[in-house]
Every structure is written in C-alpha cells, then in structure tokens.
C-alpha cells in the first residue's frame, strides 16, 4: 500500500553534513506520521526524528537535537532529514517510516509504533 524510497546516504567526515530523503507513494500522507530511525552494527532499532504530515510538527531524540532537522515537502511526498555537525556516533543505518494511524507523541518513539518501513540507506562519518 505504502512504498518508501529512502536516498542521500554516504560517506561523510565529523562536522559535515547530509541531506537524507524519503519519497513515498501508494497513498495520500494528510494524517500520517513519518518518522526516522538508524541501526548501528549490534545495536537496537534508535528513535531519531518524527514529523507530522500535516502541521509539520516535529520531535527529535535527544542526541541529535539541534543538529538534525526534518522537513516536508507535501507537493513531492517526500520527507527529509537534514543532518548537520555529524559525528562519528551518528553512523548507521538510518530508516525512514510511516504511520498511517499516529496517536501520541510518545507512540511516534517507538518503531513497533509504524507501519511501513524504508529500505535503509547508510550513512558513515569518519573521525
């Protein structure tokens, strides 16, 4: 029903930056919740940023507060994240997520919270 294309993942050096995205198609996103995760090698699934499709509302773990941003541009359905000062630790996996049917602010936390999942697109900072 849904279908995430996440892109803008590489190769990056501490205190660069990126510009991840998360196209989706399959259904209109008026009262959904996108959100953005990251898994490093041998580590759990990490909340990192959520938005509201509609107000553009948006919540961030606390490790990366005041260095990432997301955003979204309704007329592409598609949502970013922009990440800047990287560090090392900010390397993994990072995934974007949609749900369909958001109820807390909390529940938009928690991976179990979403309903369809990104491929994944790695994002690496060196020292």
């Known amino acids: 029903q849904v279908q995430l294309v996440e892109s803008g993942g590489g190769l990056v050096q501490a205190g660069g930056s990126l510009r991840l995205s998360c196209a989706a198609s399959?259904?209109?996103?008026?009262?959904?919740?996108m959100g953005w995760f990251r898994q490093a090698p041998g580590k759990e699934r990490q909340f990192v940023a959520a938005i509201s499709w509609t107000a553009g509302n948006t919540y961030y773990a606390d490790s990366v507060k005041g260095r990432f941003t997301a955003s979204r541009d309704s007329a592409k359905n598609t949502v970013y994240l922009q990440m800047n000062s990287l560090k090392p630790e900010d390397t993994a996996v990072y995934y974007c997520a949609v749900d369909l049917r958001p109820s807390t602010i909390t529940s938009m936390t928690v991976s179990g919270t979403y309903d369809y999942w990104g491929q994944g697109t790695q994002v690496t900072v060196s020292s």
């Open positions: 399959g259904r209109t996103f008026s009262s959904s919740a």
